[in-house]
C-alpha cells in the first residue's frame, strides 16, 4: 500500500517541504539556548573567555551584578536592558553555595562535569552522598583522598533531604 501525501494521507504534515521545515525546527530547537539571559552569556561572555570561570565563582545576584559591570568596564558588549537579564541568569544558574570547607572542592572537581543547579537538586544521607561520589571517582572526578571528606562532610550538611 502506498502512502499519500496530503490531509487523509498517513503523516501528510511529513510530505516535501513539510519535513524540511519540521526537521530543522527540532535542530534549532536543540540548539537554541534555553533562555534569553544563556543568549546574552553565549554571546557577550563567552566572547572573551571560557564558561570554566563562570561556573567555579557562585556567586549571589549582588556579587554577579558586580562582576558583569566590570567586564562591562573592560569592554564587553551587554546592553543596558539585558544587564539585569544576563544577573539573574548567572545568579539562578551559577548561584551562591553555603560557605564552608568543600564549597572549593566542589566548585574545583564537581563542576568540570556537572552544572550547580544539578547539585543543588540533589538531596540525599550522607551514605547517600559517600555512594554517589564513589561512583563519581569510579567515573573519573578527580578527587584527593583528602578531600573525599571534605566535600562528603559539605555535601551532607548542604544537600540533605
Known amino acids: ?36 539571559g544563556e543568549q546574552i552569556l553565549n554571546t557577550s561572555c563567552l566572547a572573551c573567555h571560557d ?3 563562570v561556573q567555579v565563582t557562585a556567586l549571589d545576584k549582588e556579587g554577579w551584578k558586580g562582576v558583569v559591570e566590570a567586564m562591562i568596564d573592560r569592554g564587553a558588549q551587554v546592553s543596558e536592558p539585558d544587564t539585569p537579564v544576563l544577573v539573574e541568569y548567572l545568579a539562578k544558574t551559577y548561584g551562591p553555595l553555603p560557605e564552608g570547607p568543600g ?10 562535569c556537572h552544572d550547580l543547579q544539578r547539585v543543588k537538586r540533589t538531596a540525599l544521607d550522607p551514605e547517600g552522598w559517600r555512594d554517589l561520589l564513589q561512583t563519581m571517582l569510579n567515573e573519573g572526578a578527580m578527587l584527593s583522598e583528602q ?15
Open 51 to 53: 564558561l570554566r570561570p
Open 103 to 112: 564549597k572549593k572542592v566542589l566548585l574545583n572537581v564537581c563542576t568540570v
Open 1 to 36: 500500500m502506498k502512502r499519500r501525501c496530503g490531509p487523509g494521507g498517513f503523516g501528510w504534515w511529513l510530505c516535501g517541504a513539510g519535513a524540511a521545515l519540521l526537521a530543522g525546527a527540532v535542530v534549532a530547537a536543540q540548539d537554541a539556548p534555553a533562555d534569553k
Open 147 to 161: 578531600d573525599f571528606p571534605v566535600l562528603l562532610n559539605y555535601l551532607a550538611r548542604n544537600f540533605k533531604p
